[in-house]
């Protein structure tokens, strides 16, 4: 944050002398000046004795001692107004401003100007610590900060929880009376299990060395990272259970209400003339939701089973060639890339690849359009790129989030799937409308090095 400078103000030339240093030379010479009066006339009158010998010497020597006294005044008030200004500063006080048109005005201005801008950082600092205490009051994380004895001076609310104990008994404690002076040996970062007088489970611990007013310090920074990962688990759960109830719910209400009709109609007597098309419709509605539940399972299981990948080198120019005679419904052309070698499981990127394929095609059917597919080197990784004419991907956020589908009939696990191949090999997967014309525009990677590159900018990761 900037702070408005100070006025600032032309630098006088020194063609003459100061006001505060004339008053004080012309002061020197009017107390000096009855001598000098006394002189002048005891050697214009030639008087060698009398009463004036010793009338005029003493009359001088008061008159000097007045004048004396009065200009010593005139000198030490500015002074003793200045030492003022000087000591409110030093005592923290910065309220007090003198007036700067005084004998001493240039050196005033600059000491009201000075305690102006010391009031001005005072107040900065108190907002700012005030901010940096509701932030730390805020955080989930434990926060403690310990001097160079290694006793602790600060800990927030979280920390305080964590320690089970108010701040008026954890404050000038060593970190060894605390429990936490392991937490202060090791490696900067790591997770670890510990057990706080208010909580155990797993956290991530990170300290670093501080300084302070020339004196070293501590930082320790503790983070329960088992409630995080127990809330996305739980979050995790929830999701997957309202698509197995909603999709389970789908299939059992109808073939519920089925098996209740059918009862009632063989509860008949007589039985109906068109009793026979009856059970055989009411049959046949049962068994397609039985047999679209079991696709559904059967497709969760495929996703929650997928094995870890076995690689070895696949030669991505005939991979990609034997995928494309695949797909018969439109037209599919694969843009020659030149040789690529990858380390991948061949049968698990070639169901990536298909599932890509099979959603590019069904978007580029219905308007006569075609595929194309890509493959090059970038960025030290393999890049394999679907392209289709299409409407373009949907505005979600949700497009690899299993059994998500704006297709009728889908089963929304394809590109979850796809993503979770191309993960495991340690890449990535993205899926972005095109910027040149209508289609969307996939996008899978793999490392050639063990490092992957970063994500391509401005598009959505699977």
């Known amino acids: 944050m900037t702070t408005p400078t100070e006025p600032e103000r032309a630098p006088r030339r020194r063609t003459q002398m100061p006001r505060f240093e004339r008053r004080v030379f012309y002061g020197a010479l009017l107390v000096a000046l009855p001598a000098w009066l006394v002189v002048l006339v005891l050697s214009a009158s030639g008087a060698q004795g009398g009463v004036w010998r010793w009338v005029l010497p003493f009359a001088a020597a008061a008159s000097t001692l007045w004048l004396a006294r009065r200009h010593l005044r005139r000198v030490s008030w500015p002074l003793y107004t200045l030492s003022g200004l000087l000591e409110a500063l030093r005592e923290g006080d910065y309220s007090l401003r003198g007036a700067s048109g005084g004998v001493l005005g240039d050196v005033i201005y600059d000491i009201n100007a000075l305690a102006e801008r010391l009031q001005r950082e005072r107040l900065e600092f108190e907002e700012s610590s005030y901010l940096l205490g509701k932030t730390l009051a805020a955080l989930d994380s434990g926060v403690f900060v310990f001097d160079e004895g290694l006793r602790l001076r600060l800990a927030n609310p979280a920390g305080q929880r964590l320690l089970d104990a108010p701040r008026d008994r954890l404050f000038g404690r060593t970190a060894i009376e605390l429990g936490l002076d392991v937490l202060l040996e090791g490696a900067p970062a790591r997770v670890l299990a510990h057990r706080f007088p208010g909580r155990g489970g797993r956290f991530e611990i990170r300290h670093a060395p501080l300084r302070s007013g020339g004196r070293g310090g501590r930082l320790l920074v503790v983070n329960d990272v088992g409630r995080v990962l127990r809330e996305e688990e739980r979050a995790a759960w929830q ?224």
């Open 239 to 462: 999701r997957l259970l309202r698509v197995l109830g909603h999709e389970v719910n789908n299939s059992l209400a109808p073939i519920q209400s089925m098996a209740g009709t059918l009862a009632t109609l063989a509860a008949r007597d007589p039985l109906p003339d068109d009793w026979r098309e009856d059970f055989r419709g009411g049959l046949e509605v049962i068994g397609h939701r039985a047999e679209a539940l079991g696709r559904f399972l059967s497709s969760y299981s495929k996703l929650a089973r997928l094995p870890p990948p076995q690689p070895r080198a696949v030669e991505l120019s005939a991979l990609v060639a034997k995928v494309a005679k695949l797909e018969q419904r439109v037209p599919v052309q694969a843009e020659a890339g030149g040789p690529l070698d990858v380390e991948a499981d061949p049968d698990q990127l070639e169901q990536a690849l298909i599932n890509l394929l099979r959603n590019a095609a069904e978007a580029a059917l219905p308007g006569g359009g075609g595929v194309r597919v890509r493959w090059r080197r970038e960025a030290g990784r393999a890049l394999l790129e679907v392209e289709d004419d299409g409407p373009g991907p949907p505005p979600s956020d949700n497009l690899f989030v299993p059994f998500f589908t704006t297709k009728p009939g889908g089963s929304g696990i394809g590109l979850a799937l796809v993503r979770q191949i191309a993960e495991a090999h340690g890449g990535g997967v993205t899926l972005a409308a095109r910027e040149e014309a209508r289609g969307a525009l996939a996008r899978l990677w793999l490392p050639l090095a063990p490092a992957s590159s970063p994500l391509p900018a401005g598009e959505r990761v699977g």
